[in-house]
């Protein structure tokens, strides 16, 4: 990771040097470019939909088990991030951001346990680590077009089964032994209602990635373990909301 992120900067590097004013007086080697270009960080939290294939999970025998369960496929969540930095040449901007993101789907059904009344609720979390970059388009003071994002995504995922009843058993808890490595990418349209300090973004993109094992750490029931929870990543949407922190 640390060399990604090494990769990453010295692109926005070349990027600010190769675009700026090659007849520039007072330039030492590019460095005077390189910080005027600099525009702002910030910080950034988001809520949207991410679709998913869990062709695995959906043949499994928790959900066999009971007819009343509809595949999985559909989870909501949050993401909190920052853009680490920000550069700016004419309309163009390269930035550099990671963010965080956990997605949940549930689902409960009703029937019984040992005789007694019950509800089972399944609940699939797919959490993921994003790094990359961005490149955008400004319009004007108040408008963005995000040409694209695009991140090398870490994801891995819990699983829980839960009897909720007088005489339930202990919760089974599966998690991923390992965390799987995917791609991200998305595009959209950002609009700055207080510029350059508080900006809004609509995106769409595609993820690619999956959860191949979840294994049982906690509970008794069978089974010990599930394969190709998430064979496939799908489409999302998100709205974010950015607080930056200008240079200048």
Known sequence: MKNLFTSLLIAGLLFTTFT??????????????????LIQSGIFGGYGIQQFSAEGLNKSELLLSNKDFKDYGTAWGWRVGANIIQFRHEQ???GLKFYF???TETQEVTGTYNGEPATQELKLILSQ????????????NSFDIRIFDIYIA????????????SNAPPEDVYKSPDTNTGFTADAGIVYY???????????????????????????????TSNT?????????????????LPFN
């Open 20 to 37: 700026s004013d090659s007849n520039a007086q007072d330039d030492c080697c590019g460095i005077g470019s390189i910080f005027s270009s």
């Open 92 to 94: 163009l901007m390269m």
């Open 101 to 103: 993101q956990s997605s």
């Open 129 to 140: 680590f994003n790094l990359g970059m961005s490149f955008s388009y400004i319009i004007s």
């Open 154 to 165: 870490w994801t891995n995922g819990e699983l829980s089964n839960t009897i909720k009843s």
């Open 193 to 223: 209602p207080f510029p350059p300090y508080i900006s809004l973004e609509v995106l769409g993109g595609y993820s690619l990635f999956s959860v191949e094992t979840v294994e049982l750490e906690g509970g008794s029931n069978f089974p």
């Open 228 to 244: 190709d929870v998430v064979d496939g990543g799908g489409f999302f949407a998100v709205a974010v909301l950015t607080v930056g």
